[in-house]
């Protein structure tokens, strides 16, 4: 079976998918707010959101100053994008996988927010990345977290080998409405060894607690010895040098 690519299972849930980003625990409260927590003061930095889908972070960055330029393969999650930020605002169709629209030197930063764990290669992704950042620019990064992942596949049983990149696949259901989406998971070794030979210099690596206020919405992903700390996302903060 050939794998889909996940812009067109975005293209199946999109405004499902928009609707859950919204409240969600993993993205409203979690994702989110680390990824703002480590941009600090953007105001006046031009912002490539790189994989933007629906425009939430873009929004968010945005109301905080920034220049924002959003890009994400799906249509039907630019779609949504629109419909939230308005027409003018500066979105575009890019894959990741391919070379970007842009000239050197574009961007202050970069957002790629859950968007690597979607590639089995990133050497070519990250290069573009870096080449579209001006000098001590910064390429801010969650990905799904290594060991999470891993645990997981362990405790059902399944034969899986942290130390190699991993291919995986499941079944996502939104509104509804359900589609298959691919992912590749690797060590945190691979993970830095490719910063590094892009030519990024890593600043932070970060496991951040979710936000106080999900204590109470989401009791159940609280834990009395680590607080709202939780094994799921893994964040970045990269320097072009």
Known sequence: MTDPAPADAYDSFAAEYTAENETGLLNAYYNRPALLDLAGEVAGRRILDAGCGSGP?????RDRGALVTGIDASEGMLEQA???LG?????????LADPLPFPDAAFDDVVASLVLHYL????PTLTELRRVLAPGGRLLVSVEHPF???LQQRLTGAETNYFGTRH???EW????RTARLVFWDRPLHAMTDAFTAAGFRIGVISEPPALPAARDLFPEGYDERTGMRFLS?????????
């Open 57 to 61: 972070l873009y929004a968010a960055l």
């Open 82 to 84: 629109r419909l939230r």
């Open 87 to 95: 027409a003018d605002a500066n979105l575009r169709i890019a894959d």
């Open 120 to 123: 089995r290669d990133w050497g």
């Open 148 to 150: 999470a992942n891993f």
């Open 168 to 170: 995986r696949s499941a």
């Open 173 to 176: 259901t939104m509104g509804g």
């Open 233 to 241: 996302f893994l964040f970045f903060v990269l320097h072009a040098g």
